[in-house]
């Protein structure tokens, strides 16, 4: 059975920083792609980060390019997420994702095998 589980969520001043971090059990998950969506009270949960089976290919939302990097450990079987300058449009449950497929762009795109459940960030303005 595979786990995925979030850390390091909390509450944050506008322009902060805080860095996400999803332990992952239960599988060969070094061929699989991972990655973060999030989901903001009445709204639809949205991708935000992707990367890819070899964590040497990430994709990214437009709302976060160049403010967020997601990365990824396959010996520690753990990815993070590095948030900078945060917004209060940022504040949501952020929740770590198991790909079907192995490409960073296919995280978007291609389904989720297993979601974690979630770890809230709040930005205050």
């Known amino acids: 059975q595979v786990q995925l589980v979030e850390s390091g969520g909390g509450l944050v001043q506008a322009g902060g920083s805080l860095r996400l971090s999803c332990a992952a059990s239960g599988g060969i998950l070094n061929n699989y792609a991972l990655g973060w969506f999030r989901q903001a009270p009445g709204k639809e949960r949205e991708f935000v980060a992707g990367v890819d089976w070899s964590g040497d290919i990430t994709h990214y ?4 390019k160049g403010r967020f990097t997601i990365s990824r450990d ?22 770590c994702a198991l790909s079907r497929g192995r490409t960073a762009q296919g995280v978007r795109t291609n389904g989720v095998l297993f979601w974690g459940q979630g770890t809230q960030v709040t930005v205050s303005s």
Not at 61 to 64: F, G, L
Not at 78 to 95: E, V
């Open 61 to 64: 939302a437009d709302s976060v």
């Open 74 to 95: 396959n010996a520690m079987n753990t990815i993070y997420l590095q948030m900078n300058s945060l917004k209060p449009g940022d504040t949501a449950l952020y929740y």
